[in-house]
């Protein structure tokens, strides 16, 4: 009898898995969405170290110390087919797929199997652990990480829990091998695994010899883990700046969602696309608490479990009503906070839990029915199949839906590998799994390339984010990139197009068709495709370039000269916050020249200082509208309302503005000692009234500023005591804008004027306003730029074989990084050219170097500690059964 009943649960669970997972055991490419797919020189790349610098969905490249953590599984790709030959299609299934559905239904099992021993109730809690709306979509939509975390999840908590219940070797081992594979496929939900074995210790006996073991345990995972944890530690700014933290229109989970186990995604799993909660969805929960209702007794464990259920409800559910400002708050915040800006990923332990719930739940009613408990597992296991009808009807729209496969991605990728050359293509709206992309032919998704600066500045406000296309010299910045083919193959992640959407799409590519920089392809696809006829090299050089003070409204300028080329003359911007002005004064005054456009020798010294400047948001008061640091489009469309077309820089610092007489912003800011100081202030007006100044017991009015431009406000020298002075500012009507604030002691002020002076004096200057003044800057351009010989190395370095002698200056258009430079040679000026690639000075360097990405050298003595750890622990637990052994 006993073997019947585990045949039918194997059956119960078999028989669904048939028809949900059908795709998976079917031929074809599981790539869609988050899932990629490695062509055979993605698998060679994969087989190899760790690199810090990466391309693969990060358009122009971008540090991966955030994500380092990842490296073992695509490196088991790697290994996987360079030994065996198996393929994408092969390696997504046996490393991911397969492994996700099984550890989710074995790892709950055990889990759940701690709380109660009745098979049917073990049964229903492992079946909606396993079956559910959140983890249906999970693996629909390709998030194949997420998806084995999500499986390895309650296999990591039990085996832990089992060593500390009874720490030995047999159960430390298990417990190390699951928390270490837990860690290295989603950090995020490790941390989660963590929290949540932690919380459970708290109401057990022996907390104290709980925790130590628990923390010895930790050390352990953490030591084999060093080989990314010493680089992450190292460069932890570099690894979380550009992180977005919870904006308000992520929170797609409401606390209805999050009690009732639905995601609302399911079953289109489109973003943005929300589905209503089922009806039938309202039996769930009495489900779950049922347990509660009809149990006899006082059940502590009950009441823990509905305890826990109702908190990892509440966080599931992120910034959404009600109390969803304390989570933003958090996030925002705390350290690492960031990386749960989706709170969907709380859904985990919640369905755990829940699932423990509903088997203690089936095992109250098999007490209360006997006998009759079957007239209700029929139906309970049947309205748990209706939850996912979707799913097992074959009407999911991802990876577990109908594949539709296209021959156009495979006769793309046999013309792509064939050209050895560099080039990169571009992919609107985004890059498709199935588009080819490799070391030597990087990808560029246009749904981000707005957030490199001189594509944002092509844009007016954020309703479209494509208006770049628009631009009639949009060839020449495609083509400095080194763009050579431009796609069309539409958004699989869009399934509902509006009539709006489809517009869009056709005026882009109507515009497109009217460049005459870009010509129609005819490659063997069914989409529109085009492509730039010389788009630059990787790798180049210049002899000069250009130092602004001002900003990008010099591209217009120099764009209504016919023989302008972009990729002749780098540009470099002094008041985006990332120059050390001071160094100018190493580069040679026949190697580049400075511009100023609308701006004085006030604003160039004002730059030199840049490092003193306090960011709006670090108000203690505020009534102000706050536009952070990578708002640019905000506060542009916020100056365009205003009738000001503004093309400036904002030091990195952000902007406050308001519009409303009276309202106030103070700031308290640190004097180091008593002295005299100067204020300064930067701010902007539109056609609106002054602002009002207090600080020290003082009041200034700053007046009107009608140019549209940033202008500087310096106060002094004024003397302070050493300590914390507040300064208010208040709008005293119209439209005010604040960049920066700063206090400046007069050493530092005179330091600056000195600097500025002689960096005016060392530099031939050019005054521009207008169209009008652009005679000598265009007699001062050059007409070429210089080729150069060079042979990637991998994404972190390049050998430059030959410099020509007449070149000063290197351009390498992967995203500007200060963490590039040049071997051996690591101090020389390194910019940001055009805002947004890197830019070499080349006075003092051999003719042949190497251009290396430096953080790559922490990767080696990191996984040797890795590797000497793991022989440590390795020989521990051998010395430890050797004494068990011999007592024994």
Known sequence: MEKVKKLLIFLAFFLPSIFVFRSLFMGGSLAWGDAPFFYPENLKELFNLPYVWNFRNDNLGAPQFSVLWLYLPTFLYGLLNHFLSFGNDILVRIIFYFPSVILAIVGSWLFIGRFTRSLPGRFFGTFLYGFNTYFLTLVDGGQIGVALSYGLFPLAVTLSMNYLDKTSIKNYFPALISLFAIVNVDLRVAIIAVLFIIFWQIQQPNLRKRIINFL?????????????????????????????????????????????????????????????LPFYFALLPVLIFGGLIISKSKNTLLLTLALLFLIFAFLSKGGSPPF??????????????VAFRDS????????????????????????????????????????????INPALSGSLTGVLGKNIQSNDFSNLYSFLQKDDNFFRTLWFEEKPPLGFADRQRPAISANTLYQERPFASLISGQYDLFQFVRNSQIDQWWSLLGIKYVFFPGNERKKTLTFEDIKSQEERIRFIEGNSGLKKSSLPVSFPAFEIVNPQPHIFAQKKIFLVVGGEEIYYYLFTG???????????????????????????????????????????????????????????????????KGEYLKWKYDLLKQDIKNFEFDFGKGVAFSTINGEKIEFNLNIPQDGNYYLAIRHLNAGGDSLKIRFSGQEKVIPVNQ???????????????????????QNQGGFNMLNTIAVISESDFNRAAKTTAQIM?????????????????????????????????????????????????????????????????????????????????????????DLIFVPQKQIIPAILLSVISFFIIFFVILVKLFHKRKSS
């Open 324 to 337: 969803g400002e304390i989570y933003t708050f958090s996030i925002n915040k705390l350290p690492f906070g």
């Open 562 to 628: 016919k023989q302008f080329n972009l990729s002749n003359n780098a540009f470099v911007f002094l008041e985006d916050g990332k120059i050390n002005s001071e160094g100018l004064l190493a580069i040679d005054s026949g190697d580049a020249d400075l511009i100023f456009i609308n701006k004085s020798q006030q604003d160039l010294m004002m730059s030199t200082l840049a490092g003193l400047f306090v960011p709006p948001s670090s108000a203690v008061l505020n009534e102000w509208q706050i536009r952070g």
């Open 344 to 387: 969907s990923k709380f859904f985990i332990p919640l369905l755990l839990i829940a699932g423990v719930m509903f088997a203690l739940t089936v095992g109250e009613l098999k007490k209360l029915l006997k006998k009759r408990v079957l007239w209700v597992m029929v139906p309970t296991y049947l309205y748990l199949l209706l939850l």
């Open 216 to 276: 010895i345990m930790l050390f352990s995972v953490t030591v084999l883990s060093f080989y990314w944890i010493l680089p992450f530690a190292s460069n932890y700014k570099d690894a979380v700046s550009g992180v977005e933290g919870v904006l308000e229109d992520n929170n797609f989970i409401n606390l209805i969602n999050s009690i009732f186990l639905f995601q609302p995604h399911f079953p289109l799993n489109e973003f943005g696309k929300l589905a209503s």
């Open 707 to 729: 140019e549209g431009n940033f202008h500087w406000e310096i106060i002094g020298p004024q003397l302070f005591k050493e300590g914390q002075t507040d300064v208010l500012i």
């Open 761 to 849: 004096g060392h530099f031939q200057i050019l005054q521009i306003s207008g169209e009008k003044d652009l005679g000598d800057l265009s007699s001062r351009l050059d007409q070429n730029f210089i080729p150069v010989n060079f042979m990637q190395v991998d994404p972190t370095r390049y050998k430059i074989l030959k410099m020509p002698p007449e070149a000063r200056w290197l351009v390498f258009s992967d995203r500007y990084n200060k963490e590039w430079g040049i071997s051996e040679f690591e101090s020389s000026p390194h910019f940001p050219f055009y805002e947004m690639i890197n830019g070499f000075y080349l006075k003092n360097t051999p003719r042949n170097f």
